[in-house]
């Protein structure tokens, strides 16, 4: 008998639904409301030395410009599955590249992590998805608040798309020595 009065507890207290949660810190609040569909296309971006990275772009179903997010740039290939978590930015109006680093997934060549090749990549990179014509030319980080162009992950901070300074990136993206190490040693690309 007292196991049925637990079992008929616990099963109510998992079928109350919740009052939904609001976050205090802004970092996980975003209220733009979801209006576009998502369509996707797996793109090879060219690099300056004849390579290419395999990336998938996410994009809003709907004419314009749209500001650009590199939601992740990854040597793990899990295009799909971080490509299924941008598409909440994507129904909010960015676009979404989720990109192969050089040498993983279907990026061919040789996998060479915070090198100086893995920044001019990341350069090119920005430099081409700021130069289509669905881009704004501006980006945006994982927050889709403020102009970051890059992963708002560590890998950006190391070596990323931001750290290479590419000129079609917003001054606010531009790296620094404190949130980018690699800031003072970036090669010339």
């Known amino acids: 008998m007292m196991y049925g009065r637990i079992l ?10 919740l009052a939904p949660h609001t976050p205090a810190d802004p970092f996980f609040s975003y209220d733009r409301p979801a209006t576009y569909e998502v369509r996707t ?3 090879q971006v060219p690099l300056r030395d004849g390579g290419h990275l395999a990336c998938d772009l996410h994009r809003p179903a709907a004419d314009g410009r749209f500001p650009v997010i590199v939601y992740d740039y990854t040597a793990y290939d899990q295009l799909e599955s971080l ?8 129904e909010r109006g ?3 590249a989720v990109c192969n680093a050089r040498g993983s997934g279907d990026s061919p060549g ?11 990549d990341n350069y090119d990179l920005i430099e081409w998805l700021a130069a289509r014509p669905w881009s ?10 403020r102009p970051v162009p890059a992963s708002s992950g560590p890998a ?27 800031a003072q040693n970036v090669p010339q690309v």
Do not use: I, K, M
Not at 157 to 182: D, N, Y
């Open 110 to 120: 040789h996998l060479d992590p915070f090198s100086a090749q893995e920044q001019r």
């Open 8 to 17: 008929a507890a616990l099963s109510t207290a998992l079928t109350v639904p």
């Open 41 to 43: 296309e797996r793109v």
């Open 156 to 182: 950006w901070r190391t070596s990323g798309p931001a750290c290479s300074s590419p000129p079609r990136t917003a001054p606010a993206a531009r790296p620094s020595t404190s949130t980018c190490p690699c």
């Open 136 to 145: 704004t030319d501006l980006g945006g980080s994982r927050r889709g608040t």
């Open 94 to 96: 960015y676009n979404a």
């Open 83 to 90: 490509g299924r978590a941008a598409a909440y930015f994507v």
